[in-house]
């Protein structure tokens, strides 16, 4: 196993391109595509903003999960009434458009027949 590093100077798209050799014997490549991003933007505010993730749920009616208490989520979630959900199950044969599609297919395929005399 081989490890290296390399900081791309510039901002863009990069590709590092590997290749085992033995002797004169190729053994194998492969190719990476890495970017670098300009900018602070990148790691702006990446750590946790428990304060904020608090008082969101609070405010919205949820509830904020830390790792020793995330066990309880599968049964809130499940429970929970924040959202309207309504199934309507139709049948094929209800819907006018797939009605008159086979209409047509069925039609179009008599004509056709018809056309070549097999009817």
Known sequence: MY??????DKPGTYVAETMAKQDKTELGRD????????????NFGAAQNRDLLEKLAKDTGGNYY????ARKLSGDVA??????????????????????LVILIRGGEWLLRRK????
């Open 3 to 8: 490890t290296g590093e390399y900081t791309a």
């Open 31 to 42: 190719a990476l595509t890495f970017r670098r991003e300009d900018g602070v933007a990148e």
């Open 66 to 69: 830390t790792p020793s208490n």
């Open 79 to 100: 429970v929970s009434e924040a959202g309207i959900t309504a199934h309507d199950n139709l049948d094929i044969w209800d819907m006018p458009i797939v009605f008159l």
């Open 116 to 119: 070549w005399g097999v009817v």
